[in-house]
């Protein structure tokens, strides 16, 4: 009977391992490269290399690895392997241990380099929890212990690569090639999934609206995300991981995942807005909630010209006479100075120039028409003030009481009823009959990027406005600024 030809006889298979000056792809450089060529039963190539890193290795590191800064001070460095090390793995599967460390620091190199790098990647420790799922832990050392593999050198480039190569080894004679190459096969076609998670979490995830979790040791909470299609969007994040060092070690910590549906995309943003700021997670770096909002009010001199002057006290129920929401005095005046330069306002009149009468400094530049010391018609110099100030005018809330959003799920088995009130998102309900149930007290924080959403999604252009119900008989919650 002929042998079924599996891709472990047609295809070649480069066992790669790296040593590095550290952990993070994004500075840290490689300081070794080795590659075991096998191919249908046979090692047909070898090839290594010590690589200088262009930076000083840490004595931790020495003493881990072995290699130090005299021993690469005269090695190649990586731009001048990097056409020998393309031509190595021109064609075969990149294999590695924990594949996501080796292949990030690969194309990291040549990003450095403005090259691009791509292969088909096979990580052994996913290959081991696939075809060994009884065993908890797979790590190098772990491996050669449980399999009673050949002590190596561990933590040099090719001494990894003979053990790793052992078990890969050892793996076709006790599992059986029929075995090993269809789960290899199947490991390739699937996205990429990070060793620590079961191989078909996505599988549980629903191709829906929502906001999704990721957590670490312990429950750590690592990140907040959402799309409209959770599973679409989680598995990007596990196949696009190798491109950045963060991707890298967000993957490496990850160890569950966590979601919550919604029935449409603005439920989704905000409530990831919510997440973020009220959970805080380690990975996240925007949307953080500010410590107090700066905004700008208009008012009248003595002279009557309008002035700008910036304010911390605004009371939500008023916002229509406020100017621009901002997260800082500095990220105010810079808004400002924008202002002031494209409508050829008086600096010293928007907050921006000490003193209290006379010229002002611009107007000795002519960047000023005189309306600091009376030289400008009142009139003129208010109307190009109210049209330099029209886009960043607040929207006060048009509404008695609170109002429910209505959204629907792209397959129509899910409704969101999202309520606002003073632009904030305060509760969600799934049913109109849940609405007289709903009692909305305490305090709710007023908070900036909701209340950009809602005024979007309120008051936007009238075809993609959302559809509201007026929830006036609602009790109200108090809202406080930040």
Request: aromatic share 8%; charged share 25%.
């Amino acid at each position: 009977m002929a042998k079924n030809t599996t891709i472990l006889d047609t295809a070649t298979f480069a066992f790669l391992d790296i040593e590095t000056t550290g952990g993070n792809a994004s500075f840290d450089r490689i300081t070794e490269v080795g590659i075991r060529l096998w191919r249908a039963g046979d090692v047909v190539r070898e090839w290594q290399t010590l690589v200088n890193p262009q930076t000083r290795i840490s004595p931790f590191i020495e003493s881990l690895t072995g290699i130090n800064n005299a021993l690469v001070a005269d090695a190649p460095v990586f731009a001048e392997i990097a056409d020998d090390l393309r031509a190595q793995l021109a064609g075969a599967i990149f294999v590695a241990h924990n594949a996501r460390f080796d292949y990030g620091f690969i194309k990291s190199e040549y990003r450095r380099l403005g090259q691009a790098f791509s292969a088909k990647v096979l990580c052994t420790v996913k290959l081991s929890r696939k075809l060994y799922p009884e065993f908890r832990r797979h790590n190098m050392d772990a491996l050669i212990a449980r399999h009673n593999l050949s002590k190596v050198q561990r933590h040099r480039a090719m001494g990894d690569v003979t053990a790793m190569l052992a078990f890969f080894q050892h793996a076709l004679a006790e599992k059986g090639e029929d075995a090993v190459g269809d789960t290899i096969q199947t490991l390739l076609q699937r996205p990429s999934i990070p060793s620590h998670l079961p191989t078909d979490v996505l599988q549980d995830i629903p191709p829906r609206p929502g906001v999704y979790r990721f957590y670490g040791e312990n429950d750590v909470l690592l990140y907040v995300g959402k799309s409209t299609n959770l599973q679409q969007r989680v598995a990007a994040h596990f196949s696009g991981d190798h491109n950045s060092s963060r991707g890298v070690r967000l993957s490496e910590s990850l160890r569950r995942v966590e979601w919550t549906e919604t029935a449409g995309e603005l439920g989704a943003l905000l409530l990831e807005l919510k997440q973020i700021k009220t959970l805080q997670p380690l990975f996240n770096r925007r949307s953080r909630a500010a410590k107090r909002l700066v905004s700008i009010e208009l008012t009248k001199n003595h002279l009557g010209y309008l002035q700008a002057r910036l304010v911390r006290d605004i009371d939500p129920a008023q916002l229509g006479n406020h100017y621009g929401l901002f997260r800082s005095k500095r990220e105010a005046e810079r808004a400002l100075q924008g202002i002031a330069s494209k409508n050829g306002l008086c600096n010293r009149l928007l907050g921006l120039e000490a003193g209290d009468d006379g010229p002002c400094f611009q107007r000795a530049l002519g960047r000023c028409k005189g309306a600091c010391n009376g030289e400008e018609d009142v009139v003129r110099y208010n109307l190009r003030m109210q049209i330099g100030f029209h886009n960043l005018r607040l929207a006060t809330w048009p509404w008695p009481g609170a109002v429910g959003i209505v959204e629907r799920g792209p397959d129509g088995q899910r409704t969101d009823i999202l309520v606002i009130y003073n632009w904030m998102h305060v509760a969600t309900v799934h049913r109109e009959e849940e609405l007289a149930d709903l009692a909305l007290s305490g305090t709710v924080a007023f908070d900036l990027d909701s209340y950009r959403l809602v005024v979007k999604a309120l008051m936007g252009p009238a075809g993609q406005r959302k559809p509201v119900i007026e929830l006036p008989t609602l009790g109200l919650p108090d809202v406080l600024m930040p």
